[in-house]
């Protein structure tokens, strides 16, 4: 499980930066690719990793802001130069208006998909649970933005326990059958009339990850809730320490907030993203810096890097 970072800027590109865009990879887990919010450029970002637009299944938009969606029809429309036997339909969840959004400039531009969008949106009335499967569950909250704006937490659910083959074969249970029933939780009797306990040789369920993603946002409880116990909260830093009252007018935090909100959740990582044009390198250190006083395992990403979770 992996996220990788396509646009880590804020309001406009830049040329160190991005606007906004991230993937969740889960390869691994359920062989997809979850993609939160779909800046200009997007698609030319992806053309500099390993990501595959087929592996896309699931695109999360916080809220409608263009630096968050600009480039979202023309990734799907991207999406659909494949080969037949790669058309897989996609999943949008985001603000009410995206469907309108994002079929008007398809109908507009005369573009044609050969595979299905499904869309969810989201308003007041539909926060909490916005996606589950057998593996992992979505959640969404209102933040505090100049406009509608939500922030994602997905949860993992937990992991089946592992089965002590060594054990089993110290035990004298021959591989095959019996190994399947057991690690089904079933009790099996050997020839030699030895009862195993199936339990004894399962380890317990292991803990699946937290992944808390925000959208633009004041400092508000709603992301201590979205982020708490979180194994990585990616919170948006506009703004630098000083700077909190610029950044309420405007509806962002500050990087000394956002490391605050990380505290208060008892998050155990904290990215920081949607950083603003003029703060430049020397800016990024003292950035991080600052935040760190608050909250030590701070970091703030880049376009393009890949941070394992």
Not at 186 to 213: C, H, M
Not at 272 to 289: W, Y
Request: net charge neutral; proline share 3%; charged share 25%.
């Amino acid at each position: 499980m992996e996220l990788q970072f396509l646009g880590t800027g804020a309001g406009q590109p830049s040329k160190a930066r991005n606007v906004s865009s991230l993937v969740l990879k889960l390869l691994d887990e359920i062989n997809e690719v979850w993609m939160f919010d779909c800046g200009e450029g997007t698609q030319r970002q992806i053309l500099e990793t390993t990501i595959k637009p087929r592996k896309v299944k699931k695109i999360f938009i916080t809220h409608m802001h263009g630096d968050h969606i600009f480039g979202l029809p023309g990734f799907l429309a991207s999406r659909s130069f494949q080969s037949s036997e790669e058309q897989t339909d996609l999943e949008v969840y985001g603000p009410v208006g995206i469907k309108q959004y994002v079929m008007t400039s398809l109908r507009t531009s005369g573009t044609r998909l050969p595979y299905r969008v499904h869309f969810t949106e989201i308003d007041v009335h539909k926060l909490g649970l916005v996606m589950e499967n057998d593996k992992f569950a979505v959640y969404a909250d209102k933040l505090d933005h100049t406009i509608f704006c939500v922030g994602y937490r997905v949860v993992q659910k937990d992991l089946e326990g592992t089965l002590d083959a060594e054990a089993l074969k110290a035990a004298g249970v021959p591989f095959g059958p019996l190994f399947g029933q057991i690690k089904n939780g079933q009790d099996v009797v050997l020839e030699n009339g030895t009862k195993i306990i199936a339990k004894d040789y399962i380890s317990a369920p292991k803990k699946g990850k937290v992944i808390t993603i925000l959208g633009d946002t004041r400092k508000t409880n709603a992301s201590v809730r979205l982020g708490l116990g979180a194994d990585v909260l990616v919170h948006e830093s506009t703004y630098g320490k000083g700077d909190e009252n610029i950044a309420k007018s405007h509806g962002h935090s500050t990087n000394i907030q956002a490391a605050q909100v990380a505290k208060d959740a008892s998050a155990k990582r904290l990215l920081l993203n949607h950083v603003s044009a003029r703060f430049l390198g020397r800016d990024i250190g003292r950035m991080a810096a600052d935040a760190q006083t608050i909250f030590k395992n701070t970091y703030i990403v880049r376009d393009l890097e890949e941070v394992e979770i």
